[in-house]
């Protein structure tokens, strides 16, 4: 194959809490440039992504960089794909799209988990701690009743973006104006670490 392109690809370290860029690890490969696929750009637009361009490159030479650079510009990698053993694609969007995204963020929440210490007798008991306050993006999904033993439980559903953060589990719940919230499934879309998906549920009596 011909390749008719040099590019960065790029390891970005955050800080713990991920919001800061501690570091910058580069490295420059040689790539072939690819226009995006209309069904491409349509499934991204689908999950709030932009694809604007697509490099092949060695897969050797890949090593789940977040980040790629060509001609100065800027770009997240959302999505690697192995076309053969050899080959890798990998699909790209703007920076500056990925900030746009973030813009969304603009409701908060707090993300709470239990840490367990000695109580009064002498044995470990869970203590609910606060993790986080985060900027988010809450799409509420509606709910349903539902009756036991004469109870009737009432459960309300969302969908609630969060920036990126390790660590985040369904042993966790959130916070919604002093609502508690339990996490049923977490996505990191096209694990791309630029948000985290959270699919959550509130179970009242």
């Given at each position: 194959?011909?390749?008719?392109?040099?590019?960065?690809?790029?390891?970005?370290?955050?800080?713990?809490?991920?919001?800061?860029?501690?570091?910058?690890?580069?490295?420059?490969?040689?790539?072939?440039?690819?226009s995006?696929?209309?069904?491409?750009?349509?499934?991204?637009?689908?999950?709030?992504?932009?694809?604007?361009?697509?490099?092949?490159?060695?897969?050797?030479?890949?090593?789940?960089?977040?980040?790629?650079?060509?001609?100065?510009?800027?770009?997240?990698?959302?999505?690697?794909?192995?076309?053969?053993?050899?080959?890798?694609?990998?699909?790209?969007?703007?920076?500056?799209?990925?900030?746009?995204?973030?813009?969304?963020l603009r409701?908060?929440?707090?993300?709470?988990?239990?840490?367990?210490?000695?109580?009064?007798?002498?044995?470990?008991?869970?203590?609910?701690?606060?993790?986080?306050?985060?900027?988010?993006?809450?799409?509420?999904?509606?709910?349903?009743?539902s009756?036991?033993?004469?109870?009737?439980?009432?459960t309300?559903?969302?969908?609630?973006?969060?920036?990126?953060?390790?660590?985040?589990?369904?042993?966790?719940?959130?916070?919604?104006?002093?609502?508690?919230?339990?996490?049923?499934?977490?996505?990191?879309?096209?694990?791309?670490?630029?948000?985290?998906?959270?699919?959550?549920?509130?179970?009242?009596?």
């Amino acid at each position: 194959m011909l390749w008719n392109d040099e590019v960065d690809l790029i390891h970005v370290t955050h800080s713990n809490d991920s919001t800061v860029v501690v570091s910058e690890t580069v490295k420059t490969v040689f790539a072939n440039k690819k226009s995006v696929t209309r069904s491409e750009f349509y499934q991204g637009v689908a999950n709030n992504l932009k694809p604007v361009a697509v490099f092949e490159v060695n897969s050797f030479e890949y090593e789940d960089e977040q980040k790629l650079r060509h001609e100065g510009s800027d770009y997240m990698i959302i999505r690697s794909y192995q076309i053969t053993q050899d080959l890798l694609e990998l699909t790209c969007q703007a920076y500056s799209d990925v900030e746009t995204n973030l813009a969304r963020l603009r409701d908060m929440v707090e993300v709470w988990h239990n840490t367990f210490k000695d109580n009064s007798m002498g044995e470990k008991s869970p203590f609910a701690e606060l993790l986080y306050t985060l900027p988010a993006q809450i799409e509420y999904k509606g709910g349903g009743a539902s009756e036991l033993d004469g109870v009737i439980e009432t459960t309300n559903t969302a969908t609630i973006t969060i920036q990126y953060r390790e660590g985040v589990s369904s042993n966790m719940w959130i916070v919604i104006d002093g609502r508690r919230y339990d996490i049923n499934h977490i996505e990191d879309p096209y694990n791309r670490h630029e948000t985290l998906v959270l699919y959550v549920e509130r179970v009242t009596p």
